[in-house]
């Protein structure tokens, strides 16, 4: 039943009364940030998280039968995600309630939960860094919504979404590979786990400055960062149907949501794998799988392009993927472009 977007380990900041906590999630190692780390007031921190080895964008949890939609589009044509009843609501919290119990029989590990408009958190955190959870994970749902022109208010997940937040990174490493049935490695700061029916789950460790060279402040900021890319997995596993979306665009788009609340320019960086590849054709093929880390860069900046161009127009191409249609021929309908025209665009976008 899972789906890793994104990884990283984590680290505890326990001070005074009141201190906040942070931590970082991406599924590849994280290195360290440069701007500014400030702690998340309205949301979360500033940096962004590299990227690394990538797992299965799907990993199947055999201990549970997960209901699957029928439908593969949304029923109707401006439906930006299917509704849910109160009751179905209800269900589905006490689904998720019941699996974190069965996780903490099988851990041994005693939950808090944590409940907010949009998540619903089972945590073993210091409950003086509830505020900072709730703060983040909130944050994150804004900024993702922004992006896609959906009133906050608005709940797109079925129910809420469960998030596992562990105290130790340790504890996250043995449910990875208990619950999740997969190794978690060093470089594994989190991840988004789903499945083809847009129901999931988020598993994170809190921060660890290890990856920031001993700085607390970029390690708030990096598991920001990576809390909002991977809430943007959820986010698009739900919109629309639960068609998936290629890799390129789909990492592409969370890499710029993350970015729109934690900058970081990376066009140098993407300008310097232009300058080495000859062709981005494989990336846009169907059959793409996981990226490496200098193609994180590229991914983003190509999303970027196509918003750059026109955001509505944006919207409409990443809709009509939703709805059925081939990237190639959204991009052709709604940009008048072909990849290749998309790849010369990007290559003056990033100077190349």
């Not at 860094?129 to 804004?142: C, I, M, Q, S």
């Not at 988004?192 to 029916?197: A, I, L, P, R, W």
Request: with cysteine.
């Amino acid at each position: 039943m899972r789906q890793i977007m994104m990884v990283g380990a984590l680290a505890i900041l326990v001070g005074m009364v009141g201190a906040e906590v942070f931590g970082q999630t991406n599924t590849r190692p994280a290195r360290p940030t440069t701007g500014p780390a400030t702690g998340p007031a309205t949301g979360p921190a500033t940096t962004r998280a590299s990227a690394a080895t990538r797992k299965t964008d799907r990993i199947a949890r055999p201990d549970r039968t997960d209901k699957v939609d029928k439908t593969e589009a949304a029923p109707e044509a401006e439906a930006k995600y299917k509704k849910v009843t109160p009751e179905e609501m209800a269900d589905e919290l006490t689904e998720a309630r019941s699996d974190a119990d069965e996780v903490a029989k099988v851990m041994k590990i005693t939950f808090k939960e944590i409940e907010t408009d949009h998540y619903i958190v089972f945590t073993d955190w210091d409950p003086r860094e509830y505020g900072f959870l709730k703060t983040n994970v909130e944050g994150a749902y804004g900024a993702i919504t922004k992006q896609f022109n959906i009133p906050l208010k608005e709940n797109i997940y079925y129910g809420k979404l469960p998030c596992y937040m562990f105290a130790k990174n340790d504890t996250f490493v043995e449910y990875s590979a208990k619950i999740e049935h997969m190794h978690a490695g060093p470089g594994l700061l989190g991840y988004y786990s789903g499945t083809d029916s847009g129901r999931g789950h988020m598993v994170m460790p809190k921060p660890d400055d290890r990856f920031t060279g001993g700085n607390l402040n970029n390690a708030k900021q990096l598991w920001g960062y990576v809390l909002t890319h991977e809430l943007t997995h959820s986010f698009v596993a739900r919109y629309i149907s639960n068609v998936h979306i290629p890799t390129w665009l789909n990492e592409g788009i969370a890499e710029v949501v993350a970015a729109s609340v934690f900058p970081k320019n990376v066009r140098d960086e993407a300008r310097m794998v232009a300058l080495q590849t000859k062709s981005f054709a494989p990336l846009f093929d169907n059959r793409a799988g996981f990226q490496k880390a200098e193609m994180y860069p590229v991914m983003r900046t190509m999303t970027e392009t196509l918003i750059l161009k026109d955001h509505k127009v944006f919207l409409k191409f990443f809709d009509d993927i939703k709805k059925g249609s081939s990237a190639e021929e959204s991009l052709k309908a709604n940009y008048k472009w072909t990849f290749d025209d998309l790849e010369k665009y990007w290559r003056r976008y990033v100077g190349q």
